[in-house]
T-cell receptor
Framework: GENVEQHPSTLSVQEGDSAVIKCTYS??????FPWYKQELGKRPQLIIDIRSNVGEKKDQRIAVTLNKTAKHFSLHITETQPEDSAVYFC?????????????FGTGTLLAVQP | DSGVTQTPKHLITATGQRVTLRCSPRSGDLSVYWYQQSLDQGLQFLIHYYNGEERAKGNILERFSAQQFPDLHSELNLSSLELGDSALYFC????????????FGQGTRLTVV
């Protein structure tokens, strides 16, 4: 079935360091891969996304890479700041076009130490 | 503000009761999705409606049902509530089908006591 695995579950970095979160997906027809940031008790907020026809996308300090052959994608945050501390979720949309439902990974709690 | 509105923000109810959660999608969005977030299960897809029609169902319990109305707002009905139904329930919307960005509402926190 459809499944998204996410690692690590927790990540602690020093301010200014880089953080990398990795996800793998099971459905080879998946074509859309968003990343959401969620602060405690708040709604998930989209921070970056990538579509299956693109290998890499960057937005300031955030980048996402996609390896369709290996069925994995990664989030890279450079020059981390304390306000980056939150739970990050990767997700994948199954292919076929019938639905845009999101299959989420289990989340990564990122703590940026000042 | 994502433009997706959910009411109520908080709901406390007793076991065995029935509640209705409401979602108004962003203006012009035809798709509405419901997700459940509990501590031990993460973000779980429940159901997807597109322009009033059910498009996909996830691990939604038979005690739960949803619908999307002609004005595109959606309601999630939860009945015979159990303690384990306590969770954050999020609604999200997107414009069309395809690889579309989904924007989340602020959620309804349901506590079953």
């Amino acid at each position: 079935g459809e499944n998204v695995e996410q690692h690590p579950s927790t990540l602690s970095v020093q301010e200014g360091d880089s953080a990398v979160i990795k996800c793998t997906y099971s459905d080879s027809a998946s074509n859309y891969f968003p990343w959401y940031k969620q602060e405690l008790g708040k709604r998930p907020q989209l921070i970056i996304d990538i579509r299956s026809n693109v290998g890499e996308k960057k937005d300031q300090r955030i980048a996402v890479t996609l390896n369709k052959t290996a069925k994995h994608f990664s989030l890279h945050i450079t020059e981390t700041q304390p306000e980056d501390s939150a739970v990050y979720f990767c997700a994948a949309t199954p292919g076929g076009g019938a639905t845009n439902k999101l299959i989420f990974g289990t989340g990564t709690l990122l703590a940026v130490q000042p | 503000d994502s433009g997706v509105t959910q009411t109520p923000k908080h709901l406390i109810t007793a076991t065995g009761q029935r509640v209705t959660l409401r979602c108004s999608p962003r203006s012009g969005d035809l798709s509405v999705y419901w997700y459940q977030q509990s501590l031990d299960q993460g973000l779980q897809f429940l159901i997807h409606y597109y322009n009033g029609e059910e498009r996909a169902k996830g691990n939604i319990l038979e005690r739960f049902s949803a619908q999307q109305f002609p004005d595109l707002h959606s309601e999630l009905n939860l009945s015979s509530l159990e303690l384990g139904d306590s969770a954050l329930y999020f609604c999200a919307s997107s414009p069309r089908l395809g690889a579309e960005v989904a924007f989340f509402g602020q959620g309804t926190r349901l506590t079953v006591v």
